[in-house]
Each structure stands twice: as C-alpha cells, then as structure tokens.
C-alpha cells in the first residue's frame, strides 16, 4: 500500500473519526437540558405546565380521539383540557401529561379515558417508546417510572453522542432554535384546549372503498387477549390514586370502533372480560360502573375506518365523534374538585 | 448474507479477509484463490446450501460445454450451452409467469408452488453466457477451472453484479495465482469505496424508502403530490440502493486486489436517453449491447442491404424500424424481463426503450439539441415512468399511480395542515404520506438532500487508482462511518437481490 493511503487509514481517518466523536460529545453536553419541541406530544407536555387555566374535564385517550377532537371544540374554553396523545406515548404517557397537569393547575371534576380496548394491552417497541417517552418525559420520577415498567428504555444512554445524534444533537438542536424562535415571537403559553371548530353531526361523510378483514376466523378471536399489560395496569392504578388524592372521578368510554370487530368482541365475551379486568385494576378506591360506548350513539362501519380499521375516515365522521364527545362530556355531573395541594 | 448485514461487516468479512491475505502471503497466491472459492461459497450457502450445489452444477456444465467450445467453436454446442443456461434461469424466475400467461390465454387456471429463486441467478447466469460466447468467438480463452469458478463466485459480484465480463479478470486472476497481483495495494482505496456504498445503503436509501413504502402500498389512495413523492422518492431509493451495493462490491473487490468495473456515473444528470443509459447500470447495458443489441443489429443491417427492394427503394425510415427501434425494443423488452417475471417488468423496458427510439430517431433526424434543462427533464420524466412500472406490484397499481400522477381525478386538494394556512377555502383531501406538516417537510428535505447528493456525488468506483488520499476525504469517511454505526440496525435487503 503506497505511504501515502497508509497514512490515510492510519493516521488521517482516526483522527478524523477521533475529532468528530468529541465534538458531537461536546455538542450533546450543551444541548443536554434543552426541553424537546420535536412534535405535538413535545409542545402537550409542555404546554400542560403552562397553560393557565383550570379545566373541568381532562380528556385522555389514543389517537383515534385525539384526531377528531384537534380541530374540533369540546365546550367552553375551559371546559375541557385535552391532553389525548397516541399510541406511542399510551397510557404511562397519558398519566405523566395528568400529573404534570395536577402540579399546576386546580383538580378538574372528571377524568375521562378513551382508549380503544386494544390499547389496553399494547405497549409500544422500546425504539418508539424512548423516543415518545423517554426524552419528553424526563422528570426523575417519570424516569424512574419508565425505567421500571420499560426496563429497556435507557439501553442506549451508554452510546457516545456520535452513534446517536439524532436524539442528542438534531432534535435537541432544532428543539432549541424553536424554543428561541417562540420567545423572539414572545409568544403566549399553549393551550391544552381542544380545537376551536363547533363539529358539526351533519357534516358529510365519506366512506373508504378498500376491503377491510377484522379477523380470521372466530377461533382466532377467541385466542385474542387484551389482558392491560403490566406497564398500562399501573399507569392505571396511578390514575386511580391521583384521583383519589385529587378527588376527580374517572371516567371510562370506548371510542369509535368498526361495528362488525365491536360485535365480536362482543360476542366473544372479550369486551366484558376486559371490562372486568380493568374493575380488578382499579380495586374499590375509584369504582368503574360502566363504561361508555360511542358506539351505541351510532353504528360505525369498516367503511368509516382508514385501512388500518383503527382511525376516523375523513372529516365527517371524525365531527360526528367530536359532537358525540362533547355532548357526553357536558353531561358529566357537576362534582367538588379539590385544590392542586390537594385539600 | 448482506453487505450492510453486521454478520458480514464484523464476522465473514474481516475474517474472509485475513484468510484470503494471510495464506495468499504465506503459502502461495493459488492457496489464497482456492481460499477465496471457499469463502465465497460458505457466503452463498450461507443463504442455502442446496442452491449453493446447484450453482456448483451449473458452473461444472459450463465449464465442460467451454471447453468443448474451446476445441471446436461449434455454434450447436454455443446454442446448447445458452440453452441450459436460460432453461435454468427459465424454470426458477418465469416458469409460473409463463404457465400463468399461457394459462389465461387457453382459460386453463394451473394451482402452481411459488419457486424460490435462487440469489443473483440472472447475474451469474449472464456472466457465464457471456465467457461462453467469447470463447466461441475467439475473444477470450478459457481460463483454468479455478480461475473460472472464481470469476463465477467471487462472493463481492456473485449476488447482484456487477456484470463481470472474463476478459476483465482474465489477467487478475491469474496475476493474483501467480503472485503478482496488488496485494494490499489497493486496500485504503476499497475501505473508502465500500464505506460510501455502505453509506448510500444503510444512511440515505433506507431511509428514503419509508416514503416509496408507504405510497407503493397496494390499495392505498393517493392524491396527485404523494403519488409524485412516491415515484421520486423511489427512484432515489433505487439509485442509492443499487448504487451502494455496487460500490460496495467493487469497494471489496478491491481489498482483495481485484478491480470490479464501475456499474453507475452519475445517472439522474443525464440529458437525454441514451446518455442515462451510459450511465445507469452500465455492466447490464454493456451485456444488451455486446451480447443481444449488437448481433441483431449487424444481422438486421446486413439483411436490409442484401434485400432487393431496399437497394432498388432505399429509405431512411425502414433502414431505421428495421436496424435500430425493433433491435432496441426486443433488447429492452427482454432486459425489463431480465429483471423479473412480471408485466410490469416488461412494461419498464418498453418504456426506456421507446424512450430511446425517440431520443434515437431525434438524432438521426438532426433535428435542434433540446435546452439541457428540458432534455434533463424530460428524460427524468421518462424515467419516472419506467420506475413506476419496476416497482409497482402489478399494472394496476402502476397505471392508478401514472394517473394520480398526471391526471387529477379530483380536484386539487391540499393536506389538512395546509388548510388554515390559505387564504381561500380550499378543498382538504385525505392525505396518508403528508398527513402532518412534519412529514411533509421530512419528505421534501429528504427528496432535496438525495437529489442533490444524486447529483453530485463522485462516482469514486468509476477510476478507483486515480484516488488521492486527502485530509477532505479521510473526514467524509470518518462522518460516514460514524453515521453507518450509528444507523446500522437490521438489515434490509438490497433491492436488486430480487433480480
């Protein structure tokens, strides 16, 4: 090999690879305290802290509520704190958006939780659930949380910056310059609201044409398990404690689903069994009664769903949800919230 | 196993690599190609072991139909040897395409297995056709058996080429079997190739392939701009993709002291048709057009100047049809067939090549050269096409994305995003690839950076000695082997694996 490539390998490209290391290094050092801007989920659980204002109701659920109710009004501007994320985030995600709202703000009268019955049971892959969770929520105790449940949530703090810098430099970077670009603009605190559009239940609808297969055959149902997994058991069970501590009620609604998977589960005995479950769960300190079904306000079809049979297909069925929603949350009974303190 | 596979990155490769050097230094440069005929077939055995066999048996027909060749240069035994040859090729990739077809024609509807195709059978196929050919020609002798099984499983060309021609190897191998060859020499060179191969496939096309993915999903509703960033996005992919596997291959090559020729120089640059194909996938144009294009084309010539009636009534236009668009179309119909059992397939090189006869008749013609700009466009336009058929699932889904691509079916829609943004109140359509501002601005960044890196990158395989060694370049394979490690997760698999 002539001297010169041998210098090259051996000297020029270490070196250089050297360099690179400590600069992301030191890079990631001075971003590191830096709150993340990445995405929604970044902006709720800061604005959640922010905002000023005590609500009646806090809205919590999955995407299927959070897509219709972002545009969306649920009531009176401070009715309601809608603080639905996604899957990714679930319910331990769900529970720290509460507890952050709870350190700021009066208790509200009522919790409501609207995750779809699958949601019980799904945890997101460690990837997703570092990048929702992990550097959103990074409180110790939420840490500490999330440590516990995920256990493998932290496997790549060891990495040195350089083999990770789209979580240690780019979005800490980018998260930065919005934070600068906020304040410049001196923007006011976010609001946790939902949208600012009154749904309207008339509004057309629109039907998707692709063929859509709930399951196999009823065998397969029945092997179907939507025991909570442990991670969402507990976030549970925290939500139950909060309550108790805060003295908001906890309420539970299912959100839209296909009504031919809604028949069969509950055909199947599944919906019921995790209904039960989910009393197990909460014990005698925040009863669960019944939990409210969207679907028996009006029949959901596959033809409303998106292909993945899980979303709201277009506007006018998302407004009918919303208008629904907003109904259901105004007739919650009027109820005695205790202060932040908790007294 | 894959290149950008970590099995093969920090276990076959290094270890392949100390083997093949050790014993080529200590016991002699024949042991390290007989070590080298080893690894390569642990590396396709790797993937199966009865393939692997099959491969083996080909190589042993070949090579006793080559030295038949060799003796007596009879046109029977060259014929007999492409035939075995495509009746294996035949039976593994278009057996069920065929029997399907012909199926549909009679209205007869065969229950056939789906066959697996056994990795880089068209490559190493071609390869083989092609020393047979030359050997009949006199072009090339055969090699020794070693020498020859080597040039057929070199594991860096043996799943997805480059398309090696013998005469290209001929003095290496036996350079290397003598003693003579580079050695190390060429050593820093290839780590640097292979690392931007590398590069191209683990950084930039997978993660534009995400975008190709999701608007390529068959059912999916797309409004006329997905279909676009569909279509561009994977023609990126595609390029990076393919790209990358071949400068990995002759990155390797390299390191093991042989020279594999360069298979792209810049495509998405080119100006017109035939200067993209110049310039994309040049080892199988080269193939087409040595083995297929050119003796059609000298065979139609000759036929048209022995003709009567053409002497008595010479025209332009018929000496043209005859010499140049039906020998292109033949070779690009059975080029888009090369690359799969499929109509689409077909369809992909029926659309270059009547891109090409266009191009072709526009020069013959002398009609006025076309601004660089809309010559560029128009041939990425063409090309466009071409890839909508090459990746779509079937003509269905290829003509639904050609139409939301060309033809808006609805009226001009904006994402929900984009809505409250505008002035007037426009019509919100149901967006999967742009649902959220996010995506929209990841897609268009990606499409910029990869369109521009298409566009300028150097293609450093193209002249691998005239390298120079630079403070510039040891950084640029410092940043990319940074973000290899740091993105290399599970591997996927290279697209043109496939063909």
Redesign the interface.
């Known amino acids: 090999m002539p001297t010169t490539w041998k210098r090259f390998l051996f000297l020029q490209f270490p070196l250089s690879a050297l360099a690179l290391a400590l600069i992301a290094q030191a890079l990631a050092f001075a971003l590191s305290g830096v709150p993340m801007r990445r995405d929604r989920t970044d902006d709720l659980a800061l604005a959640v802290m922010s905002d000023p204002t005590s609500y009646r109701t806090v809205l919590l659920g999955d995407s299927i509520t959070r897509n219709a109710t972002a545009r969306y009004s649920l009531g009176g501007s401070n009715q309601v704190a809608n603080l639905a994320g996604h899957a990714h985030i679930g319910f331990v995600g769900e529970l720290f958006l509460l507890q952050r709202y709870l350190s700021k703000h009066r208790a509200p009268q009522h919790v409501v939780i609207a995750f779809a019955p699958g949601m019980y049971r799904w945890v997101t892959d460690t990837r997703l659930a570092r990048y929702h969770l992990w550097y959103t929520f990074n409180q110790p105790d939420e840490r500490r949380f999330l440590k516990e449940y995920l256990p493998d949530i932290d496997h790549r703090d060891w990495l040195p910056a350089i083999l990770d810098l789209q979580e240690r430099i780019l979005e800490p970077f980018f998260s930065f310059l919005k934070d600068r670009y906020l304040a410049i603009r001196k923007a006011g605190p976010s609001r946790i609201a939902a949208g600012s559009q009154d749904p309207d239940p008339d509004a057309p609808l629109e039907f998707d044409a692709a063929t859509k297969t709930i399951t196999g055959d009823s065998s397969e149902l029945n092997k179907l398990d939507l025991t909570p997994a442990p991670v969402n058991a507990e976030s549970l069970r925290q939500v139950c404690r909060l309550s108790e501590q805060y003295g908001f009620r906890v309420n539970f609604v299912w959100p839209p689903m296909a009504n031919e998977l809604e028949s069969a589960l509950i055909e199947t005995g599944i919906l019921s069994q995790l209904e039960e479950q989910i009393r197990s769960i909460l014990g005698d300190h925040c009863r669960l009664e019944t939990v409210f079904d969207f679907n028996r306000i009006r029949r959901y079809s596959s033809s409303s769903f998106h292909l993945d049979m899980i979303h709201l297909y277009g506007a006018g069925w998302e407004q009918r949800y919303a208008s629904d929603l907003r109904e259901y949350l105004n007739a919650l009974p009027e109820g005695i919230a205790m202060d932040k303190a908790g007294n | 196993m894959v290149f950008s596979d970590p099995v093969f990155l920090v276990g076959f490769l290094p270890l392949s690599f100390l083997i093949y050097h050790l014993l080529r230094v200590f016991v002699g440069g024949t042991a390290g190609v007989w070590a080298l005929v080893g690894l390569s077939l642990v590396f396709y055995a790797y993937w199966s072991v009865p393939f692997m066999l099959l491969l083996l048996g080909q190589i042993c027909v070949n090579y006793t139909l080559g030295r038949q060749l060799e003796k007596t240069p009879d046109r029977r035994v060259l014929a007999l040897a492409v035939l075995f040859n495509l009746c294996l090729l035949g039976y593994f990739k278009y057996r069920n395409f065929f029997l399907e077809n012909v199926g549909a024609l009679v209205g007869v509807k065969f229950y056939l297995t789906n066959l697996v195709v056994p990795l880089g059978i068209s490559f190493h196929t071609f390869q083989q056709i092609a020393l047979l050919v030359d050997v009949r020609n006199r072009d090339t002798k055969l090699p020794p058996l070693l020498n020859y099984v080597l040039f057929v499983l070199f594991f860096p060309q043996l799943i997805a080429g480059p398309i090696v021609l013998h005469r290209e190897m001929d003095k290496q191998l036996a350079a290397a079997r003598n003693d003579q060859g580079p050695g ?6 290839g ?1 640097l190739i292979f690392i931007l191969g590398l590069f191209k496939k683990v950084c930039l096309a997978d993660n534009i392939a995400h975008y190709a993915d999701v608007a390529f999903t068959p ?3 797309l409004m006329m701009p997905e279909a676009w960033a569909g279509a561009v996005t994977y023609a990126l992919q595609l390029f990076f993709d393919f790209s990358g596997y071949s400068e990995m291959a002759v990155g390797l090559g390299l390191m093991f002291g042989f020279k594999l020729p360069n298979n792209f120089l810049v495509p998405y640059s080119a100006t017109s048709m035939v200067e993209f194909w110049r310039r994309w996938h040049i080892t199988m144009t080269r193939f087409f057009m040595m083995y297929l294009y050119t003796p059609l084309w000298l065979r139609s010539r000759r036929r048209l100047r022995r003709s009567q009636m053409f002497r008595n009534h010479p025209s332009a236009g018929l000496e043209f049809g005859l010499t140049v668009a039906i020998p292109t179309l033949v070779t690009f119909f059975l080029s888009g067939l090369w690359h799969g059992a499929g109509w689409t397939f077909i369809c992909f090189g029926l659309v270059n090549g009547i891109g090409l006869i266009v191009n072709q008749t526009w020069i013959l013609a002398k009609l006025p050269s076309l601004p660089r700009v809309l010559g560029w466009l128009l041939t990425m336009l063409t090309t466009l096409v071409g890839l909508v058929y090459f990746r779509s699932s079937d003509l269905g889904q290829a003509h639904y994305i050609l139409h939301q691509m060309f033809i808006a079916s609805t009226p001009l829609s904006v994402p ?1 995003w984009l809505a409250p943004m505008l002035p007037f109140n426009p019509t ?1 359509g ?1 967006f999967t690839l742009f649902s959220e501002l ?1 995506d929209t601005v990841y897609c268009l960044c990606w499409v910029v950076l990869l369109g521009y890196l298409a566009m300028t990158l150097p293609p450093l395989a193209a002249n691998p000695e005239a390298l ?4 510039s ?3 640029a ?3 990319m ?3 290899i ?2 993105l290399i997760g599970e591997p996927r698999t290279f697209l043109y694996f496939a063909f």
Do not use: D, E, I
Not at chain 2, 184 to 189: D, I, Y
């Open positions: 190390l020499g060429w050593f820093a060179v780590v059912g999916r509703t929900a919100v149901t996010k120079v060694p630079t403070r370049k040891a950084f394979m410092a940043a082997a940074w973000l490690v740091g």
